[in-house]
């Protein structure tokens, strides 16, 4: 939720952060007469709540002779602050599904449009030239077929269409990689963290996720929570109603987190293998800060998401998201996309968001300040996901079907360097 003073102080750069995303400006002005339906009714019942009490102390002061007349008053007065209360308590709630409905407005800056009006910000790595080579393509799936790597057909006789069995040497490569990317998080200051995977509604909703996507989120009614699509959530909703200590610098934690997703919105794009699958694994990481650190913080998980990138040797590209593409909470958000052979085009493997106070507000997360309290920000960025095998795999296939493994990755694989194909079993 963004600062209603922001909306009353500058309401076109809130129409116009509405205007880049491609949303309706129109609930800029629904929250500024939501707000001020508002602050009329919480005056009007405060105003008569001050004259009940003013009242009540004057009616043993009455004469006899008038007290059943004053009695009579004070009782038609508490029916009308009660009637009072309850139009500014129905007043608040509507201000608040006007402010709830506006995303977050937008660092100045960045492009706006939708899905494909991104800006490329740079690209990194060389693109093999496989038909120089003489290495045939093949995609992630064949490849990992190959090393008896992924069981996609017993994983849908398990669990239906987009799910599947990681074995042998892929579940090795992906523990692999979700452990190296612990341990980087944990060298660059992360606390580790185990997350659950179930959150409550209040949480949910409080990170953004319970809006235009909301069909793409696993819930369990006869529980009333949620699966989580991140650990981003639960991280999010760890330090909620809470004040929180930032002289020393940031709070940052890494989830290592299974993750559910319903992709609703794929429009069957990617459903072969695992480039678009209903669960997966994934290492996140998740800082509170000051909100005047929050851009440099970014900038910070977005070097750490590209470190982990060099680790696998892959060629990629960094994007600055456009406005319609971000998700509710996001006021910006870099995208690192990985070369992909086999479509010859760029996929997204990692991205990282600064939320900076929207999430915040709604969960109540604050700091000390000299003033008071205020809203920390909070950012998030991946630094490890399933869907990385899926570069891994295309990018670093050889001729005969094997698999190099990159440097950095080997001493979490016993020290391989390649591995061979097998024959399934």
């Not at 076109?12 to 949303?23: H, I, K, M, P």
């Not at 400006?25 to 508002?38: G, Q, S, Y």
């Not at 570069?391 to 694989?413: F, K």
Request: contains cysteine; aromatic residues 8%; charged residues 25%.
């Amino acid at each position: 939720m963004i600062d209603i003073r922001e909306i009353r102080e500058n309401p076109e750069l809130v129409r116009d952060s509405q205007r880049a995303r491609g949303a309706d400006p129109a609930l800029v002005d629904a929250a500024l007469a939501a707000d001020e339906n508002r602050r009329v009714a919480l005056q009007a019942f405060e105003d008569k709540r001050a004259a009940q009490k003013e009242l009540s102390r004057n009616i043993g002061k009455a004469a006899p002779a008038d007290r059943p007349a004053v009695l009579a008053e004070a009782k038609k007065m508490a029916a009308e602050v009660k009637d009072l209360e309850a139009a500014a308590n129905e007043s608040n709630e509507r201000f608040q599904q006007a402010m709830y409905a506006i995303p977050n407005v937008i660092i100045p800056g960045i492009p706006a449009g939708g899905e494909d009006d991104y800006e490329v910000i740079k690209h990194v790595g060389k693109i093999r030239d496989f038909a120089a080579e003489g290495v045939e393509v093949k995609d992630h799936l064949d490849i990992a077929e190959g090393l008896d790597a992924i069981d996609m057909e017993r994983g849908a006789k398990v669990s239906g269409a987009r799910f599947y069995f990681l074995k042998g040497i892929g579940a090795r490569l992906e523990l692999a990689l979700l452990t190296m990317a612990a341990d980087q998080a944990e060298a660059a200051g992360f606390t580790l963290m185990f997350t659950p995977t179930l959150v409550k509604p209040e949480v949910m909703g409080g990170t953004g996720f319970l809006g235009a996507h909301s069909d793409e989120i696993y819930y369990l009614p006869a529980d009333d929570q949620y699966l989580t699509g991140t650990s981003e959530v639960a991280l999010a909703g760890y330090h909620s109603d809470e004040i929180l200590d930032l002289s020393a610098g940031p709070k940052r934690y890494s989830g290592w987190s299974a993750c559910y997703r319903r992709e609703a919105g794929s429009h069957g794009r990617d459903t072969r293998g695992i480039i678009r699958v209903h669960q997966f694994n994934k290492v996140e990481m998740f800082s509170f800060c000051d909100p005047a650190d929050a851009e440099a913080e970014h900038e910070r998980l977005l070097g750490w998401e590209e470190e982990m990138l060099a680790k696998v040797e892959l060629p990629y590209r960094v994007i600055d998201t456009a406005a319609g593409d971000l998700g509710a909470s996001a006021a910006r958000k870099f995208d690192c996309e990985a070369w992909l052979p086999s479509q010859e085009r760029y996929m997204e493997v990692t991205s990282t968001s600064n939320c900076t106070t929207f999430q915040a507000r709604r969960l109540a997360i604050r700091q000390r300040t000299e003033n008071g309290t205020a809203p920390v920000a909070t950012l998030n960025g991946t630094l490890a996901t399933t869907r990385w095998l899926v570069a891994i795999l295309e990018n670093h296939q050889q001729a005969d079907g094997s698999l190099y493994i990159p440097s950095a990755m080997r001493p979490y694989l016993g020290g391989r360097e390649i591995v061979t194909p097998v024959a399934p079993r």
